[in-house]
Nanobody
Framework: QVQLVESGGGLVQPGGSLRLSCEAS????????MGWYRQAPGKQRESVAA???????NYGDSVKGRFTISRDNAKNTVYLRMNSLKPEDTAVYYCNAEIKGVGVLTHDYWGQGTQVTVSS
């Protein structure tokens, strides 16, 4: 069974930084695109950033220049470095990964979510 486990959320002041991590574990054959989504109260889930296995990245317009996504393929882990955080970045952040598991077709997996709160 494949699972994604996130860590690194918390409370930070405006202008501060956080780094989120998400590790995939289980009977994994390969991992394609990995990414981060977020959902604020009363809003739809939105894409924050994504990275392919080869390292190509893309970002949501609201986080470009402030957030950096990276991954360590050897550790099946994706990271999100968040700088210059704003109150509007407050949300639950979810990790997502397209994974081929042993004996199963490739599909998307989701982490349980980690809360990020930006407030003074």
């Amino acid at each position: 069974q494949v699972q994604l486990v996130e860590s690194g959320g918390g409370l930070v002041q405006p202008g501060g930084s956080l780094r989120l991590s998400c590790e995939a574990s289980g009977r994994i054959v390969s991992i394609n695109t990995m990414g981060w989504y977020r959902q604020a109260p009363g809003k739809q889930r939105e894409s924050v950033a994504a990275i392919t296995r080869g390292g190509t990245t893309n970002y949501g317009d609201s986080v470009k220049g402030r957030f950096t996504i990276s991954r360590d393929n050897a550790k099946n882990t994706v990271y999100l470095r968040m700088n210059s955080l704003k109150p509007e970045d407050t949300a639950v952040y979810y990790c997502n990964a397209e994974i081929k598991g042993v004996g199963v077709l490739t599909h998307d997996y989701w982490g349980q979510g980690t809360q990020v709160t930006v407030s003074s």
